[in-house]
């Protein structure tokens, strides 16, 4: 049995951890920020040419903001935190990390709607005129 005054240690990322974080944000974070925005898109009835768009205009971006949010959180979570407790930890992080993912999509929603509407009005003014 380990004593309770050195259970929960303090200590610093080791190997594994980085092994872990690596895995989960080289191999899981890419497939999922992609999927997400392709999903999104199919379930929205858009075609898969729209979800192919959505997805090259943010992966980048939402990729790049994925790492600088999960890297350090999962980097102190698999040091600092006991290991019962790291299922939340990153759950309340997903939380707002979710919101976010939800609002640039909502955002991309909105600027395609705006481009289709302008084109028509602009299509529909010329041909008026």
């Not at 992966?59 to 999962?74: C, E, G």
């Not at 955002?107 to 028509?120: K, W």
């Amino acid at each position: 049995m380990v004593p309770a005054s050195q259970s929960h240690q303090v200590r610093e990322p080791d190997e594994r951890d980085h092994y872990r974080v690596w895995l989960d944000q080289a191999l899981m974070a890419p497939v999922a920020v992609g999927f997400f925005f392709g999903a999104m898109s199919i379930l929205e009835g858009k075609g898969v040419s729209d979800a192919v768009e959505r997805i090259s205009e943010n992966y980048q971006p939402t990729l790049i903001r994925n790492w600088s949010v999960f890297v350090p959180t999962q980097l102190i979570n698999f040091a600092l935190v006991p290991h019962h407790l790291r299922f939340g930890v990153v759950s309340v992080v997903s939380l707002f990390w979710n919101t976010y993912l939800s609002a640039v999509n909502a955002r991309t929603q909105q600027e395609n709607n705006y481009e289709a509407h302008g084109l028509i009005f602009i299509a529909t003014h010329n041909h008026h005129c």
